[in-house]
Each structure stands twice: as C-alpha cells, then as structure tokens.
C-alpha cells in the first residue's frame, strides 16, 4: 500500500517562504510523475506542481517564478519550495503520485493535506 505523508506547512506572513515535504512508501518512486494540489475553502481542487520522473515540471500560472517542485529519487520525497507567499496562497496542500512516469497520467494516490496559511 503506497502512503504519502506530507509535512512544512504551517503559519507563515506574506511575502514569506515554506518548503513542503513529502514522504513516499511502497511503491518504485522513481519511475511515477508526483505533484502538489491544493484546495481553499470554498473552492475547488487545484494544480499547483507537477513532476514527471524524468524531472519535467509543470506549473499552474499563479505560482510560476514563485514555487518550486523537485524530487529526491533516493530519499523517496518530493519538495514543493514555496517562495514570495501570497494570502490566496492559504490551502490545504496535497501530494500525489501517478499511475505513470508522466504528469498527464491520472493520479493514483493523495497524502493526507498538510495547512499552509498565509497572513499577517
């Protein structure tokens, strides 16, 4: 059973940084795309980052030149650096692994969400 565990949200100001962490067990991490989703209240699911197993990356508009996917193959994590935070940024942010080595697959797992909250 794959799990995903994400951790670095939290309680930042804007014009901050976080860098969130996330955690993968059972399954061959490096060969699936992983990305970050999140979800404000009230609103729907949405893109934030993607990563395909050879490293490609794909962003939403909002948070191109500001965030930052990466992947760690040999310590099984994908990061997601969040720089120059917004207060539209606050969300609970989720992980996921696809079925696949590219992003354009469907997503397969989610991690449990970890709260960034944006705010002075």
């Known amino acids: 059973q794959v799990q995903l565990v994400e951790s670095g949200g939290g309680l930042v100001q804007p014009g901050g940084s976080l860098r969130l962490s996330c955690a993968a067990s059972?399954?061959?991490?490096?060969?699936?795309?992983m990305g970050w989703y999140r979800q404000a209240p009230g609103k729907q699911r949405e893109l934030v980052a993607a990563?395909?197993?050879?490293?490609?990356?794909n962003y939403a508009d909002s948070v191109k030149g500001r965030f930052t996917i990466s992947r760690d193959n040999a310590k099984n994590t994908v990061y997601l650096q969040m720089n120059s935070l917004k207060p539209e940024d606050t969300a609970v942010y989720y992980c996921?692994?696809?079925?696949?080595?590219?992003?354009?697959?469907?997503?397969?797992?989610w991690g449990q969400g970890t709260q960034v909250t944006v705010s002075s």
């Open positions: 990563i395909s197993s050879v490293s490609s990356t």
């Open positions: 996921t692994q696809h079925y696949s080595g590219t992003y354009y697959s469907n997503i397969h797992y």
């Open positions: 059972g399954s061959i991490f490096s060969i699936y795309a």
